[in-house]
């Protein structure tokens, strides 16, 4: 069975830092890429960074862009994004993905909150 697990939310001030981890397991970790997903109240799901199954390619959604890093411990299983230089805008509900064969598995996701 398929599991994701989110860690690492929290209230951060503005400019502040944070580390969020996801642990998979169920499925073939070291064979898949991974993707971190957000939600900000009243927007659509959106893309934040992608990483290769060995982690030699990733992307990011350009507003998280030098800000965010997405990285990969496949010994352990576990998918981290390092969140520097937070804002506001960067409040959300954050989700670890992976997609099997055509099928979207989700954490149930992680809140961030970026406040004064």
């Known amino acids: 069975q398929v599991h994701l697990v989110e860690f690492g939310g929290g209230l951060v001030q503005p400019g502040g830092s944070l580390r969020l981890s996801c642990a998979g397991n169920?499925?073939?970790?070291?064979?898949?890429?991974m993707r971190w997903y957000r939600q900000a109240p009243g927007k659509e799901r959106e893309e934040v960074a992608f990483?290769?199954?060995?982690?030699?390619?990733?992307s990011y959604a350009d507003s998280v862009k030098t800000r965010f890093t997405i990285s990969r411990r496949n010994a352990e299983g576990a998918v981290d994004l390092q969140m520097n230089n937070l804002n506001p805008s960067d409040t959300a509900v954050y989700y670890c993905?992976?997609?099997?064969?055509?099928?979207?598995?989700w954490g149930q996701g992680t809140q961030v909150t970026v406040s004064s």
């Open positions: 993905n992976v997609n099997l064969q055509g099928t979207d598995y």
């Open positions: 990483i290769t199954p060995a982690g030699t390619f990733t």
């Open positions: 169920g499925f073939a970790f070291d064979e898949y890429g």
